[in-house]
């Protein structure tokens, strides 16, 4: 009978090992894009560039390149969030706590504050960060 | 029917084009765009199509590149035709005002080629006053005007002064104030019968660009420090945990 049990459990743990690591690995990738598309969200939303607007600067001056590049920024800083929230949630797997609205929050605000250089960016990211949330949401009900 | 609608919009005077030009670094008046030293990178651009008053004609259709800085107002006109006639000219009539009848054109800068494509080539820039729709020469040249031909693609440029002209003889145009331009195409230097195809644009002549407050900029500039060097500090922190967590699950799996 001991014999039997002991069995049992190392089956249990040699199946929880690989999971852990499938999560994170997503944690790691996750972050990783997170981390790019934050540089990418410096260069676009921080930085001198964005004055003239990247688009408009190397191709035309005129309303669908503008449109294009308020896309562009607006864009960068949501998949910046995705891919941050993704990560996170795998990572407070790993912990074995869940994600807390406050720390949803507080990555909102994270986001938001990258768009301090513009009111249209600020208004779009504000429109689309909720809708990512409310996605990522029904994904996790379903 | 989008096509012909379309060909009909770019063939009517209905529709004018009106463009606000930005202000930008000063671009070399030689004909020659060059990208490399980032020439016109601040150029509105438009494409219109020359017109001729001949229905089946189907005109020109040209891109034309507007600037200006403090003291001169750039304009870029470049085109491709399969043949260029070996006497050629651009010009741009400049109206007093918004208004696009004949009478209302009241100066003219003109770029004519001579022998263009061939040996002798050569090009005069005119500056010439309208009166009632007649052409006269300016008695002094005020403005600059250069183009050159590549290939089957001409570039002209001209330079118009801005807001500083005192010469009665040329058009005054002043900052905040919106100005019909009319672009004219022909080949003989006959500039009243010679003009075979034309079109209007306006250009509204910006105010000097007021420079922000140095001091708000400094505080715009430090706030976007702050949050980004932030932003990268939460970062990091997190990939610290990223990498304790894997340490804890190699610590457990030993």
Redesign the interface.
């Known amino acids: 009978m001991p014999k039997f049990k002991k069995e049992v459990k190392k089956k249990s743990e040699s199946k929880r090992i690989p999971e852990e690591k499938l999560i994170l690995k997503s944690v790691k990738i996750s972050a990783f894009f997170a981390g790019v598309f934050l540089v990418l969200s410096l260069f676009f939303n921080g930085t001198e560039w964005y004055y003239e607007g990247i688009i408009i600067k190397y191709v035309k001056k005129e309303i669908y390149w503008e449109i294009l590049d308020y896309m562009i920024k607006v864009s960068v800083i949501v998949l910046e969030f995705s891919f941050m929230i993704i990560s996170l949630g795998n990572y407070k797997e790993l912990t074995g706590k869940p994600v807390k609205l406050k720390e949803i929050l507080f990555l909102f605000g994270l986001s938001l504050v990258q768009t301090i250089r513009s009111l249209i960016v600020f208004i779009f990211t504000l429109i689309a960060i909720p809708i990512v949330i409310f996605y990522l949401y029904l994904i996790q009900e379903s | 029917m989008i096509f012909t609608a379309n060909f009909l919009i770019n063939n009517s005077h209905a529709v004018i084009e009106n463009i606000k030009p ?1 202000y930008g670094v000063a671009p070399e008046i030689d004909g020659d765009i060059d990208r490399s030293d980032k020439e016109w ?5 438009e494409n219109i199509n020359l017109i001729s008053s001949n229905p089946t004609d189907k005109g020109i259709p040209i891109e034309i590149w507007v600037m200006q800085n403090n003291s001169d107002l750039y304009i870029s006109i470049q085109f491709e035709l399969e043949i260029h006639k070996t006497q050629e000219f651009i010009g741009i009539l400049i109206s007093d005002s918004e208004a696009t009848s004949n009478e209302s054109f009241i100066d003219a800068k003109i770029l004519q080629f001579y022998n263009l494509g061939n040996i002798g080539e050569r090009y005069e820039y005119l500056d010439y006053y309208l009166l009632n729709d007649e052409f006269f020469r300016d008695q002094e040249l005020h403005g600059e005007a250069a183009a050159k031909l590549d290939g089957n693609k001409i570039v002209y440029e001209f330079k118009i002064p801005v807001n500083n002209s005192d010469d009665s003889q040329d058009a005054f145009l002043d900052f905040g104030e919106k100005y019909a331009f009319k672009i004219i195409y022909g080949e003989t230097p006959d500039y009243k019968n010679g003009i075979k195809k034309k079109n209007i644009v306006l250009i509204e002549i910006e105010y000097k660009k007021k420079k922000k407050e140095n001091i708000w900029i400094l505080v ?1 500039n430090i ?2 420090i702050i ?2 060097c932030g ?2 500090g ?2 990091a922190l ?2 610290y ?2 990498i304790v ?2 340490k804890k ?1 190699r610590r457990v ?1 030993e």
Do not use: E, P, T
């Open positions: 930005d990178l601040n150029a509105s651009k715009h706030l976007c949050i980004f932003l990268g939460l970062f997190y990939i945990k990223i967590i894997k699950i799996r």
